[in-house]
């Protein structure tokens, strides 16, 4: 599935001094300064090489501001869990374009989600459609295709935030490309998506909180490192 931000995408005030002064692991000062100042989860997917398909992701929390007796003193982020998971066949981009089978780097508001099941417990928007997230054929690897969309979550690239992950509305345009989702991994590359086990993308649909404000940083380990 395939973007790049689009008015609103990004348009929470820039990280504070004080965020960017506790650094969350792999990302550079560039990367940071797009973090919104308001975000208190951030969901880090770092690719292995800039033309690579698979990657990592780490769900990460920020104290919150009457503090958090799970997390060292001083700290301000924890990792809550960490998973294995695929992006795009042909690895990353700045500048995505529908088609390119490349995931977009960037930071980007996590806002909405949906699937073909029922909702499993999110405190997202949830679009439950059957026959909406319905997916068949085969990856690039030949491995079935059939329930990746079971759950997703909606990557803020290219699309209207409070809309559903099914919503094709572009604000940049049809040529940039769009659905970019967070998904149920299939066993090979993307077209664009990232995705993870089922298992996986539960746990994140439950973890994510709107009132956290939750972001995703994505992009290979080098471009993060900026």
């Known amino acids: 599935r395939g973007g790049a931000?689009?008015?609103?995408?990004?348009?929470?005030?820039?990280?504070?001094?004080?965020?960017?002064?506790?650094?969350?692991?792999?990302l550079g000062p560039r990367t940071l300064a797009q973090v919104?100042?308001?975000?208190?989860?951030?969901?880090?997917?770092?690719?292995?090489?800039?033309?690579?398909?698979?990657?990592?992701?780490?769900?990460?929390?920020?104290?919150?501001?009457?503090?958090?007796?799970?997390?060292?003193?001083?700290?301000d982020w924890r990792a809550v869990a960490t998973w294995d998971a695929h992006n795009a066949r042909k690895g990353w981009t700045d500048h995505h374009v529908g088609g390119d089978?490349?995931?977009?780097?960037?930071?980007?508001?996590l806002t909405d989600a949906g699937g073909r099941l029922p909702d499993p417990g999110t405190r997202l928007p949830y679009d439950h459609?059957?026959?909406?997230?319905?997916?068949?054929?085969?990856?690039?690897?030949?491995?079935?295709?059939?329930?990746?969309?079971?759950?997703?979550?909606?990557?803020?690239?290219?699309?209207?935030?409070?809309?559903?992950?099914?919503?094709?509305?572009?604000?940049?345009?049809?040529?940039?490309?769009?659905?970019?989702?967070?998904h149920v991994d299939h066993g090979g590359p993307t077209q664009g998506c990232v995705s993870i086990s089922k298992k996986h993308m539960k746990k994140l649909l439950r973890?994510?909180?709107?009132?956290r404000h939750p972001v995703v940083v994505m992009g290979d380990a080098a471009s993060l490192a900026r």
Not at 42 to 51: C, I, N, Q
Not at 101 to 109: A, C, D, E, K, W
Not at 142 to 157: H, K, M, Q, R, T
């Open 5 to 26: 931000p689009g008015p609103g995408d990004q348009a929470r005030r820039p990280a504070s001094p004080a965020l960017r002064d506790r650094l969350l692991p792999g």
């Open 36 to 75: 919104p100042g308001d975000a208190r989860q951030v969901v880090v997917v770092t690719g292995e090489g800039r033309d690579s398909a698979r990657s990592t992701v780490v769900v990460y929390q920020r104290r919150n501001p009457d503090g958090d007796p799970d997390m060292a003193a001083g700290a």
């Open 101 to 109: 089978l490349r995931s977009p780097i960037g930071v980007f508001p």
């Open 129 to 182: 459609s059957a026959g909406g997230f319905t997916i068949g054929g085969t990856g690039f690897e030949g491995e079935p295709l059939a329930g990746s969309f079971d759950y997703v979550v909606a990557i803020n690239f290219n699309r209207k935030a409070g809309t559903s992950p099914r919503d094709w509305t572009r604000p940049l345009g049809q040529k940039r490309g769009g659905g970019i989702w967070f």
């Open 207 to 211: 973890v994510l909180d709107p009132e």
